[in-house]
């Protein structure tokens, strides 16, 4: 098989995805570490986001959402030094937000 059409299936582990994902965060989180924020702060800030990514029923049916919908959530936890992504979580379009807390963090962005 060619490898274009290899990427195009979608028949490529995930995880080549996420591990140089870290790789290109732990490059860039240092280039940034000491821009100022305008305030003086002795830890990180973070920002959490979340959005609803609106998907295709007839292509992700196990995501759905409303009777004619799909839909994902996506949780980012951002570094504001640069506003780096340092967590993403992506859950089902249903569940609200609120059920995403500090917990579901790794323990190396943890904040308490």
């Not at 028949?11 to 821009?35: C, E, K, M, S, T």
């Not at 609106?54 to 009777?67: T, Y």
């Not at 919908?69 to 506003?83: R, Y």
């Amino acid at each position: 098989m060619k490898a274009s059409y290899i990427a195009y299936r979608g028949l490529r582990d995930w995880r080549i995805y996420a591990d140089f994902a870290q790789v290109l965060i732990g490059i860039a989180r240092p280039l940034y570490a000491d821009d100022p924020l305008g305030v003086e702060l002795d830890q990180n800030l973070y920002a959490l986001d979340s959005t609803t990514i609106d998907l295709c029923l007839s292509l992700f049916p196990w995501a759905r959402f409303r009777r004619h919908k799909a839909a994902v959530k996506m949780h980012t936890l951002l570094d504001l030094h640069g506003s780096i992504p340092t967590f993403t979580a992506l859950q089902k379009g249903k569940r609200t937000t609120s059920i995403f807390s500090t917990s579901s963090l790794p323990r190396r962005v943890r904040t308490t």
